[in-house]
C-alpha cells in the first residue's frame, strides 16, 4: 500500500512570512498533485507535477517535485491570510489510482 | 464554470438506515469518485468508475455499494450505516484517468450516524 506523509500537520504564522511544507513517501509515483481545501469546500487542484527535479511557480507559491518521485514540497512567500486552508498532496502511482496524504492545515494570522 | 454538486451539505442518520449519497457533475467526465475524509487520515477512495454502469472497488469499500445509471450522476449507498462510517464524504469527477487530469470535487456531505 502506498502511503503519503505531511509535515508539518499544523502551522500558524503571521502574515508576510515564509513557510515550506512537506510529502513524503516511500513509494514512487508516476505524478504528484497540490489541492487545497477551504472549510466547508472540497480541494481546489494547485499544481501537477510530473518529471522528479520539477519546480513549478504558481504566483507566491513554488512547488517541487523530488529527484527520485517520492516526495515534494510546496513553499510559499509571503503568506497572506487568503492562503489559510488544508493542503493536500496526492501522489498517482503506476496504477493511476490517487493516494492522498493527511494534510496541514495552515492558518495565516493578518 | 465546472460544477459537481451534492445532495446535501449534512445528514444525520441512525444505525441501520440505508443512506443514498447523490453527486451530479455537469462536465460530460467518464470517471467519477468517492472518497471520505476523516482527521489525520486524508482522503481514502470507497469507490469510482469509469464509465456508465461501471464500478471499481477503491481502498476501503467495505459497507458501501455504488450506482452509476447516468453519466452525470454516481451515488453512494450505504446499506446499513454504522458509527463509523460518521465522516466526511466527497465525491470528485475527472476527464480522464491519471495524474495528469485534474480531480473537480463536490463541496462535501458531513454525514453523522447516532
Known amino acids: ?110 | 464554470d465546472v460544477k459537481v454538486t451534492q445532495s446535501s451539505r449534512y445528514l444525520v442518520k441512525r444505525t441501520g438506515e440505508k443512506v443514498f449519497l447523490e453527486c451530479v457533475q455537469d462536465m460530460d467526465h467518464e470517471n467519477m469518485f468517492w472518497y471520505r475524509q476523516d482527521p489525520g487520515l486524508g482522503l481514502r477512495l470507497i469507490y469510482f468508475s469509469y464509465d456508465v454502469k461501471m464500478k471499481e472497488k477503491g481502498d476501503i469499500p467495505e459497507g458501501y455499494s455504488v450506482s452509476r445509471e447516468k453519466k452525470e450522476r454516481f451515488s453512494l449507498i450505504l446499506e446499513s450505516a454504522s458509527t463509523n462510517q460518521t465522516s466526511m464524504y466527497l465525491c470528485a469527477s475527472s476527464f480522464g484517468a491519471g495524474g495528469l487530469y485534474e480531480q473537480y470535487f463536490g463541496p462535501g456531505t458531513r454525514l453523522t450516524v447516532t
Open chain 1, 1 to 110: 500500500t502506498q502511503l503519503l506523509e505531511q509535515s508539518p500537520q499544523f502551522l500558524s504564522i503571521q502574515e508576510g512570512e515564509n513557510l515550506t511544507v512537506y510529502c513524503n513517501s516511500s513509494s514512487v509515483f508516476s505524478s504528484l498533485q497540490w489541492y487545497r481545501q477551504e472549510p466547508g469546500e472540497g480541494p481546489v487542484l494547485l499544481v501537477t507535477v510530473v518529471t522528479g527535479g520539477e519546480v513549478k511557480k504558481l504566483k507566491r507559491l513554488t512547488f517541487q517535485f523530488g529527484d527520485a518521485r517520492k516526495d515534494s514540497s510546496l513553499h510559499i512567500t509571503a503568506a497572506q491570510p487568503g492562503d489559510t486552508g488544508l493542503y493536500l498532496c496526492a501522489g498517482v502511482g503506476y496504477g493511476q489510482n490517487f493516494v492522498f496524504g493527511p494534510g496541514t492545515r495552515l492558518s495565516v494570522l493578518p
